[in-house]
């Protein structure tokens, strides 16, 4: 299963709601939902796996003041880590 990208509209803006693998393949499909709208989370609550280069996207997003909302510890821990970095 790949990344599947779904938009919930809120009174705050849009969710978007991540479920699958998020991969290398999958992260313009993930930036350019991120573009499209005046996202305010994306919500991890279904995500599998993430590879290195999806935790530096979500880091980044993330430091761009995007909630990560029920974040896989795993990959809350690496984003974190990545944060660091900067």
């Not at 479920?19 to 991120?34: F, H, M, N, Q, W």
Request: proline share 1%; aromatic share 2%; glycine share 6%.
């Amino acid at each position: 299963m790949t990344c599947r990208v779904d938009r919930v509209l809120i009174e705050q803006g849009v969710v978007l709601r991540i479920s699958g693998r998020i991969a290398r393949e999958d992260l313009d499909v993930l930036r350019t939902a991120l573009e499209e709208g005046r996202v305010v989370a994306l919500d991890l609550t279904e995500v599998e796996l993430a590879d290195r280069d999806a935790v530096t996207l979500l880091a980044c997003t993330e430091g761009n003041g995007i909630e990560l909302r029920h974040c896989p510890a795993y990959i809350r821990e690496w984003v974190t880590k990545e944060r660091g970095r900067s």
